[in-house]
């Protein structure tokens, strides 16, 4: 009898686990709700500061336990539009609410609430000027979910304003040049480059700046000659040597960092490495 004591809590432990494995498959087959009730409505900011007594950080707080709490497994369009309004609310209640910042940004843009999203990002980083994450989130929804890299860049610049780390500052520009030049709109990134350049207290990183903004020149006027030379030839042109044949430009322009211009295969100018481009041409 001693003995069987001895194993009856292993005994015990095997029994109730076979008991829990038999049970998973019919308790995970059982019907389960859309969605917490926690999302199911949104009250009235007024509404929020009375129940907490007229502390609207009381409330703030109420209101992001509620946005905590939720579970998002099966949720609808519609709860993540109330998730997002409650998120907003606390915004608005505490614009420097951490924990708020960080759920809107991990849950509400890739649920398609991305204006509360930005609206949060955005009253938090003003809230919070020693915190550069609140911008770069703004920065990443602009880029990613709006597909605007030139906001995105000019939200990188923000982020880097607020990180108290002088490496970190430089990685978050660099970030933001190559962001900016990937806008449409090339003059405003060229502005928007040589300013950068001016504002920079680095030497070298105004100088690595003001290569992008000339790059960038270069591609404009190539691109500009290329739309010529497609309303002349009635084509478009395969090679930028074309360009100078044709005399639209007197001769190629040098990029600053050592690479050849080509068309990619849309037709757009882009730079490549010498080596890539004399593989690209080998039949």
């Known amino acids: 009898?001693?003995?069987?004591?001895?194993?009856?809590?292993?005994?015990s432990a095997f029994f109730c686990f076979v008991l829990f494995a038999a049970l998973v498959p019919s308790l995970y087959a059982r019907p389960?709700?859309?969605?917490?009730?926690?999302?199911?409505?949104?009250?009235?900011?007024?509404?929020?500061?009375?129940?907490?007594?007229?502390?609207?950080?009381l409330a703030a707080n109420l209101a992001g336990f509620r946005a905590l709490v939720v579970s998002t497994e099966k949720m609808t369009a519609?709860?993540?539009?109330?998730?997002?309004?409650?998120?907003?609310?606390?915004?608005?209640?505490?614009?420097?609410?951490?924990?708020?910042?960080?759920?809107?940004?991990?849950?509400?843009?890739?649920?398609?609430?991305?204006?509360?999203?930005q609206y949060i990002l955005q009253r938090a980083s003003e809230a919070r000027p020693f915190d550069w994450q609140p911008a770069f989130y703004y920065a990443f929804d602009a880029l990613h979910f709006q597909k605007n890299p030139v906001k995105g860049a000019e939200w990188l610049r923000i982020a880097a304003d607020h990180s108290p780390?002088?490496?970190?500052?430089?990685?978050?520009?660099?970030?933001?040049?190559?962001?900016?030049?990937?806008?449409?709109?090339?003059?405003?990134?060229?502005?928007?480059?040589?300013?950068?350049?001016?504002?920079?207290?680095?030497?070298a990183f105004a100088r690595f700046l003001e290569r992008r903004a000339v790059r960038l020149e270069n591609i404009?006027?190539?691109?500009?000659?290329?739309?010529?030379?497609?309303?002349?030839?009635?084509?478009?042109?395969?090679?930028?040597?074309?360009?100078?044949?044709?005399?639209?430009?007197?001769?190629?322009?040098a990029d600053p960092f050592n690479m050849l211009y080509t068309f990619d295969t849309k037709g757009a100018v882009i730079a490549v490495r010498p080596d890539a481009d004399a593989l690209r041409k080998t039949p």
């Open 220 to 253: 404009a006027a190539l691109e500009a000659a290329a739309t010529l030379f497609r309303e002349r030839e009635g084509r478009a042109p395969t090679r930028v040597d074309e360009l100078v044949g044709q005399g639209l430009l007197s001769s190629l322009p």
């Open 78 to 117: 519609e709860n993540y539009r109330i998730l997002g309004i409650v998120q907003s609310d606390v915004a608005w209640l505490n614009p420097a609410h951490e924990d708020n910042y960080y759920i809107a940004a991990a849950i509400l843009p890739w649920s398609g609430e991305v204006a509360a999203a």
């Open 1 to 11: 009898m001693r003995r069987f004591r001895r194993f009856l809590p292993l005994v």
């Open 165 to 203: 780390d002088e490496m970190e500052k430089i990685q978050l520009q660099q970030l933001a040049a190559q962001w900016v030049s990937r806008g449409e709109d090339k003059e405003m990134a060229i502005r928007m480059l040589r300013t950068m350049a001016r504002e920079t207290q680095h030497e």
């Open 32 to 57: 389960r709700s859309l969605a917490s009730p926690e999302m199911e409505v949104a009250l009235p900011r007024f509404v929020q500061v009375m129940m907490a007594a007229g502390d609207r950080f």
